[in-house]
């Protein structure tokens, strides 16, 4: 049972934040793969406001780890293109900050993410996310040059 709160989009796809009243936590669902809803008085509704504490206190788990990208000046525009609540531009002596966190389990999701700055990323910490940032990158590398042969 969960009780909808904000909707968004992001290249042509359509998500709906929600708030999980068993789980007690935000759950974020693609809207086109929604097959069905109920209205439900199981659970009393959240007031707006209260969804509008900073989303750490709704998605960071305890053993999440941050992170730190610093991307060039022509990267910034990516950011504002696809960001999600689990991360911050901050712009500080000239340079630009992506800080954020990422859970167990989204490991895959945030290298995928980063993947698409490519060569505008300047620095990453902490040095694990470059660690699998750099061995996805390796087999990708892999997987082309088996399709080339």
Not at 4 to 17: D, E, K, L, P, R
Not at 80 to 96: A, H, I, T, V
Request: aromatic fraction near 16%; include cysteine.
């Amino acid at each position: 049972i969960v009780q909808f709160y904000n909707i968004s989009s992001a290249y042509g796809q359509w998500y709906v934040t929600s708030y999980n009243f068993k789980d007690k936590r935000m759950q974020v669902f693609r809207c086109d793969r929604i097959l069905g809803l109920k209205e439900s008085d199981a659970f009393e509704a959240k007031k707006l406001v209260d969804f509008k504490r900073a989303a750490e206190n709704f998605y960071k788990k305890e053993d999440a780890t941050n992170f730190e990208v610093e991307i060039a000046s022509d990267g910034v525009d990516l950011f504002f293109k696809e960001n999600y609540p689990s991360m911050k531009l901050r712009q500080e002596q000239g340079k630009n900050f992506i800080r954020g966190y990422y859970n167990k389990g989204e490991e895959r999701f945030i290298i995928n993410y980063l993947l698409g700055y490519g060569d505008k990323i300047i620095a990453i910490q902490p040095d694990s996310l470059r660690e699998m940032l750099l061995n996805e990158l390796g087999s990708l590398q892999n997987h082309f040059l088996k399709l080339s042969l």
